[in-house]
């Protein structure tokens, strides 16, 4: 890593509470690090985990989420919903082979200005010392970028928003039989959910661009032919993947362009 590298910094920041503790560091002279790049929002619980990804495919080193403390959120309960994206958001990173350490969420009130600076400060220099992304995760600049659009998608899985966004509910109020549901297997689950659609995206942008076997594939993804050949299956049922032809004694398989 180059001595002069300086991060790119992107900052989600809530309108009520935290861009206006930013507001006030700025009216009251305090500095921050010019490497954070400000998104002024309404809620915190307005940042999607889509943005987030965006934001590191457009070469955002870190992102840091602020929104207003807990309990204090002008939108009631839009800051526990960040704090439920935030969470999934670093699972993915980290299941995905980033850092989950260049995405951080945290709280700031409109008369904490001088916390704000410090916050920015801290998580720049963080930043820095993990390096440009992809370094210190020692991946390509083509592997790094086919993960985490393949992560993106991931985040827009139906099944997956549906689990984040009911959550709470079903920690508090239960299912629809009433019985309530405990944090550790709802970890379980969102994690089974995570990596299963991660790997069902990795291996359709592989066959985006090419026939492969589930050898091929499976050497790709560092998985083993059994667990490829399950997805495999399950994707041509629904109609994402086709055989196109065999070689030697192996099927190859293509992506099918999904309609618009």
Not at 52 to 79: M, T
Not at 219 to 224: I, N
């Amino acid at each position: 890593m180059p001595r002069s590298f300086e991060p790119e910094i992107v900052g989600f920041l809530c309108n009520w509470c935290s861009y206006a503790g930013a507001d006030l560091a700025g009216v009251s002279r305090i500095s921050y690090p010019a490497n954070l790049k400000v998104i002024r929002v309404m809620c915190s619980g307005r940042v999607d985990p889509v943005m987030v990804l965006e934001a590191f495919l457009n070469q955002a080193d870190g992102v840091l989420v602020l929104g207003c403390h807990l309990g204090e959120c002008h939108y009631i309960s839009g800051n526990y919903q960040a704090e439920r994206k935030i969470k999934m958001t670093r699972k993915l990173l980290q299941k995905i082979g980033i850092n989950p350490n260049r995405l951080h969420l945290d709280w700031i009130s409109a008369a904490e200005g001088e916390r704000f600076a410090k916050l920015a400060e801290w998580f720049t220099s963080q930043v820095r010392k993990l390096g440009p992304l992809g370094s210190s995760e020692e991946l390509k600049e083509n592997e790094l970028k086919e993960r985490l659009v393949a992560a993106r998608q991931t985040v827009e899985n139906e099944k997956v928003r549906w689990m984040v966004g009911k959550e709470r509910e079903l920690m508090e109020m239960g299912n629809v039989y009433g019985e309530r549901v405990s944090q550790n297997l709802l970890d379980f689950l969102m994690d089974k959910n995570l990596f299963d659609e991660f790997v069902k995206n990795r291996i359709y942008l592989l066959l985006e661009k090419r026939a492969l076997s589930v050898k091929d594939i499976a050497r790709k993804l560092g998985l083993s032919p059994r667990e490829v050949l399950r997805r495999i299956a399950k994707m041509e049922d629904r109609g994402l993947i086709a055989m196109t032809d065999v070689e030697g004694w192996s099927p190859r398989y293509k992506a099918l362009k999904l309609s618009e």
